[in-house]
């Protein structure tokens, strides 16, 4: 279940409440129980692993290249 971010419209504290995404609850201040609204936060991304380059998807094609380039040397050679 993931963490949601709230602030009070009264007080301005800010706290943090773990639900699920389908559920929307009513949730109030913890210090005096006013009204609160969700806060949308920076969201962070990071890439790993192969595939997210420009220069990734030239490795597949000089690959397919280099096959083709073999073929053709052995058709000349017959």
Do not use: W
């Not at 007080?11 to 009204?35: A, D, I, Q, R, W």
């Amino acid at each position: 279940m993931p963490l949601y971010k709230y602030k009070c419209k009264n007080c301005g504290y800010e706290f943090t409440v773990l639900h699920s995404m389908n559920e929307t609850p009513e949730v109030k201040c913890e210090l005096c129980g006013s009204e609160t609204e969700k806060i949308i936060g920076n969201v962070g991304i990071s890439f790993k692993g192969e595939g997210f380059y420009i220069t990734d998807s030239r490795k597949s094609k000089s690959k397919s290249s280099s096959s083709s380039s073999s073929k053709e040397s052995d058709q000349i050679a017959s």
